[in-house]
């Protein structure tokens, strides 16, 4: 979504449409989890990624204080937690003069170059240099990143730990003009609960989400940015509705993975609050009222961000991709 986000939005103060943080998602074994990137609409379509929280196989993660992979769910690291904006800075001698003169040499370069691989896409390349000359010079942008050295009373709203701060630098990053920014939870599968859910949930993983999302949401809507920004949060799947009780698997009991039904949040974006659109059935198996789709969700997205029910992206050999596949959600809007 980040990808067709960036191909059809425009880019406003010369940055990226779409951005996606904190980090690319990296299963504990190493393997890059596929699904992130532009796939059928080509690597020049892939959103731009901020690799502000580093992967680390060991520790981590959007809620430090549980991590799925150790046993019992209890952190072992004892580094710090790591959130590094990446470097916005001009190297020393290199004023905003050699700078430009540089990006016009570049272009001057560029030209010459008639015999360019298409498969390269000069176009993308430009579409990245813009952003990353925005990066270095924008002061605001540059602040936007900094989410680190921030108030110490903004952070204890939103929470030090890699999602606070990434929804704070999500925030700074709209007010600063991109279009649409993608939180991911981050690296370690906090959320992957299964045995000990209740519990982990309750103490370890609710506190957190819910301060900082709640911090964003204020934070919005104080400076009048909450009408036109929209807000979803959702996962991939919902949980079973029976618990599961495996005892040699788990010591205490809790919900595993299910596709049937699930739950989305929507605020803000022009959205009528305080609604629930749709219901299961009563133990939540499986959809009752309203059922919804997973391409309605993306319509409603596609369509708060003011794109046409007629908008599609292009291939290679300029064929029309469609992007609708569903219509937004007319209970939420």
């Known amino acids: 979504m980040a990808s067709i986000a960036g ?10 449409p779409a951005v996606v943080l904190p980090e690319t998602l990296i299963h504990r074994t190493g393997r890059v989890i596929p699904g992130q990137f532009g796939g059928l609409m080509g690597r020049q379509r892939d959103p731009w990624f901020i690799e502000a929280s580093p992967f680390n196989p060991t520790s981590y993660g959007a809620f430090p204080n549980y991590e799925f992979h ?26 905003m003069g050699r700078l430009d003169h540089r990006l016009g040499l570049l272009k001057h370069i560029e030209r010459q170059r008639i015999d360019l691989d298409r498969a390269a896409s000069a176009e993308n390349f430009d579409r990245y240099r813009q952003g990353a000359v925005s990066l270095l010079t924008d002061q605001r942008v540059k602040q936007a990143f900094d989410v680190v050295n921030a108030d110490p009373k903004v952070l204890d709203r939103y ?5 606070g701060w990434s929804l704070l630098m999500a925030r700074r ?3 600063a003009g991109v279009s649409m920014v993608q939180v991911n939870l981050g690296n370690n599968e906090s959320w992957d609960t299964h045995g000990f859910a209740f519990p982990l949930l309750k103490d370890k993983l609710l506190p957190p989400t819910d301060l900082a ?8 809507n104080d400076s009048g940015l909450l009408d036109s920004t929209l807000i979803v949060m959702a996962g991939e799947f919902g949980r079973t509705p029976k618990i599961s009780t495996l005892p040699q698997f788990y010591k205490l009991p809790g919900r595993d993975h299910w596709g049937a039904v699930q739950t989305v949040f929507f605020a803000g974006g022009g959205t009528r609050g305080g609604r629930v659109v749709g219901s299961s059935d009563k ?8 059922r919804q789709t997973p391409e309605n969700m993306a319509a409603t997205v596609y369509h708060s961000l003011g794109l046409p029910d007629t908008a599609a992206w292009h291939d290679s050999v300029d064929r029309p991709h469609h992007i609708y596949h569903g219509e937004p959600i007319t209970g939420l809007l």
Do not use: C, W
Not at 159 to 163: D, H, L, T, Y
Not at 283 to 290: K, Q, R, S, V
């Open 7 to 16: 191909a059809l939005m425009p880019a406003r103060n010369n940055l990226p």
């Open 70 to 95: 150790f046993a019992g769910g209890e952190s072992k690291h004892t580094e710090s937690l790591k959130f590094q904006a990446p470097s916005l800075s001009l190297p020393e001698g290199l004023g």
């Open 159 to 163: 929470g030090r730990n890699s999602f």
């Open 173 to 175: 990053l709209v007010e």
């Open 213 to 220: 999302v709640s911090a964003l949401l204020d934070d919005l």
């Open 283 to 290: 133990i939540g198996g499986y959809p009752a009222t309203e």
